[in-house]
């Protein structure tokens, strides 16, 4: 079972297969891993313990940047999130990145944000969209078209204390990504485009 594996000289941590979203793009739906790793369907979401001893024997040479992101949505499990960013930061010098679509707010309506502050030092949010309604289209969230608003606030909350970017991936039109960049630039957050990849990129 693959909790922890490299890509691109970081080490990703994989949580749960969990997601309430179905994104156009998502690489779920077409490959079982990246970049020649093992499958990342977990063969159930792993306990604390299981996570702490994945961590203690991964080999973690070279390693500066942990990631929380897999193959789902790591807010799924907000609270093992948060353990397991305290467990890291006890135990390593990493620094700590969570890959998210900004959805904990409808996932878990009584998570407070602010218990990632000094935990975690950036988080990467799908935008994806510039609006609601396409927003509704190309993540799919189980939500509906209220959580593009809820996304929004998350990231003006999280750029309070930590560095905060957005992602869109280029399965959108041109001028879209525009309306995009727009926004986030209204809100002072970057904003990173990514390549619509099939097999080897990570995708949240
Ligand atoms: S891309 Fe991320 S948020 Fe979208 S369906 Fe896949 S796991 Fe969920």
Redesign the pocket.
């Given at each position: 079972m693959t909790i922890f594996y490299k890509f691109e000289g970081k080490m990703y941590i994989n949580l749960t297969n969990g997601?309430p979203?179905?994104?156009v793009?998502?690489i779920?739906d077409n490959a079982d891993s990246i970049s020649g790793n093992d499958s990342l369907w977990l063969e159930h979401e792993p306990s604390f313990e299981e996570i702490t001893a994945a961590f203690e024997t991964f080999d973690k040479k070279g390693i500066s940047e942990a990631v929380f992101c897999g193959y789902?949505?790591p807010m799924v499990r907000a609270d093992m999130v948060v353990k397991t960013a305290e467990y890291i930061r006890e135990h390593s010098d990493m620094k700590l990145r969570l890959n998210t679509?900004g959805l904990v707010k409808l996932m878990h309506p009584d998570f407070d944000i602010n218990c990632l502050k000094g935990l975690i030092d950036s988080v990467s949010i799908?935008l994806n969209a510039p609006s609601a309604a396409r927003y509704n289209e190309v993540?799919r969230p189980s939500f509906g078209e209220k959580s593009y608003e809820v996304m929004l606030d998350f990231a003006a909350k999280m750029k309070e204390f930590c560095h905060t970017a957005f992602t869109v991936v280029d399965i959108i039109d041109s001028e879209e990504i525009e309306v995009c960049r727009a926004i986030a630039d209204k809100m002072g957050i970057p904003l990173r485009v990514r390549a619509y990849v099939t097999d080897n990129e990570s995708?949240?």
């Open positions: 997601c979203c179905k994104c793009f998502c779920r789902g949505e679509n799908s993540t995708y949240t």
